[in-house]
């Protein structure tokens, strides 16, 4: 792989994603995972019964479900590639 195919590989990617905390994220899989733990941990809330200290632990359960549900539904999109110094 040249250095000049890299580069436009690497641009390619740049303008599909959003840098989020010095990482760059694809929009789609942060709308996605967004939405899945902000149902969980809202329904994990909303079904707890009323009595004090449940909805935290209820809301706090759904929220790491939540996020067990994205780590398996979204996969790991980060590749390394190591580019050979032209001569």
Same mark, same amino acid.
């Given at each position: 792989?040249?250095?000049e195919?890299?580069?436009?590989? %690497?641009t390619d990617?740049? &303008?599909? %994603?959003?840098?989020v ?5 694809n929009?789609k899989?942060?709308i ?10 809202? +329904? ?5 019964? %009323?009595?004090p ?5 209820? +809301?706090?359960i +759904?929220?790491?479900? +939540?996020?067990?549900s994205?780590?398996i ?7 390394f590639?190591?580019? &050979?110094p !032209? !001569?």
């Open positions: 792989m040249t250095r195919s890299y580069d436009q590989e %690497n990617k740049l &303008e599909k %994603n959003i840098e905390w010095e990482d760059l994220v929009i899989d942060l996605i995972s967004l939405t899945i733990c902000s149902i969980t941990t809202l +329904g994990g809330y909303l079904i707890a019964p %009323n009595e200290p449940k909805p935290l632990l209820f +809301g706090l +759904g929220a790491v479900l +939540g996020f067990i994205c780590s539904i979204i996969k790991p999109k980060r590749s590639k190591y580019i &050979e !032209e !001569e």
